[in-house]
């Protein structure tokens, strides 16, 4: 499981929603009112209350359950906002991450992006060595700072 934080909301959450796929658990988010319908992280059938026993983590608190490709892919489409390369090239297929990192980055060359070009880089560069772990610690971070920059 990997902790992102997708708001920079100083209140304990009192809801919580999650997205199932393959009959498991993908991902579970905490919110508190005013997030509750936070976009891309909004499955309205799914929200509830938090019960007086439950735990309450900060709000924008994202249990992420997904396999690793779909999570790195998850942030390139999401709040990076990348919808497609420069090029007309195919797209390449859903778990090949590197491939998709390598794409967002020319596609922040081609936006004049110099931050997010620079996280893609860094990525990019874990890559190499294998370390996937890190490219999750690295985008889960940039994620908070740009919810910061947005004061979402
Ligand atoms: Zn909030």
């Given at each position: ?5 997708v ?5 304990p ?90 794409n ?10 110099s ?35 947005r004061?979402?």
């Amino acid at each position: 499981m990997h902790l992102r934080q997708v708001t920079a909301c100083p209140q304990p959450a009192e809801y919580t929603t999650h997205r199932r796929q393959r009959r498991q658990l993908a991902w579970q988010i905490y919110t508190c009112p005013r997030h509750r319908r936070l976009f891309e992280w909004s499955v309205p059938g799914n929200l509830r209350r938090l019960a007086a026993d439950d735990e309450r983590p900060p709000c924008g608190t994202v249990h992420d359950h997904r396999p690793h490709a779909e999570i790195i892919v998850s942030h390139l489409r999401g709040w990076m906002c990348v919808s497609g390369t420069p090029s007309d090239s195919p797209d390449p297929s859903e778990d090949d991450w590197q491939a998709h990192l390598s794409n967002a980055r020319n596609w922040f060359i081609a936006t004049g992006e110099s931050d997010l070009q620079a996280v893609t880089e860094q990525a990019l560069r874990l890559a190499e060595t294998g370390a996937v772990g890190g490219i999750l610690t690295l985008l889960a971070h940039a994620e908070t700072a740009a919810a910061r920059r947005r004061r979402r």
